[in-house]
């Protein structure tokens, strides 16, 4: 009597490969998720990052006097300016704006007390979210 060869795959090698194949696509569907979940947050981080630099470039163009005065009429720095996003909707941008002492002249270490005419502390934070960002702006620039 003659073997034959074998031709194919039994049923039994088939049902075996498809529930590996099944065991391991479970891990590997959670590993893509992860990735498409990281993408959409960096996507998010990145937009209120441009929101923020976009707003703080534009207070840099403003003329230091205008600034000064905005910062004046508020009062301390905790206190949001008329230059921020009118309160209501979501994701607002407020900007602080405070004169600033960077000679520490006072000896207080307190960088609102004691403030140098020629700074000024800007910071553009949106609303409810840990996005800010912040500078020192000179008289002269």
């Given amino acids: ?74 009062g301390a720095p905790t206190t949001a300016t008329s230059l921020s996003d009118v309160a209501g909707p979501p994701g607002r941008l407020l900007v602080y704006l405070s004169l600033y002492d960077g000679d520490n002249a006072d000896a207080d270490s307190d960088p609102f007390t004691g403030t140098d005419a020629d700074l000024l502390w800007i910071r553009v934070d949106i609303e409810d979210t840990v996005h800010t960002l912040e500078t020192i702006r000179a008289s002269g620039h």
Avoid: K, N
């Avoid at 391991?24 to 960096?42: E, F, K, N, S, W």
């Avoid at 990145?46 to 470039?57: D, N, P, V």
């Fill in 1 to 74: 009597m003659t073997r034959r060869s074998q031709s194919g795959l039994t049923l039994v090698e088939v049902l075996v490969a498809m529930a590996l194949l099944a065991v391991l696509l479970v891990p590997t569907m959670r590993a893509l998720q992860t990735g498409i979940v990281g993408a959409d947050v960096h996507s998010d981080i990145a937009a209120s990052h441009f929101r923020l630099t976009s707003r703080l470039e534009e207070l840099l163009a403003e003329p230091f006097v205008d600034l000064s005065d905005a910062a004046i009429a508020a």
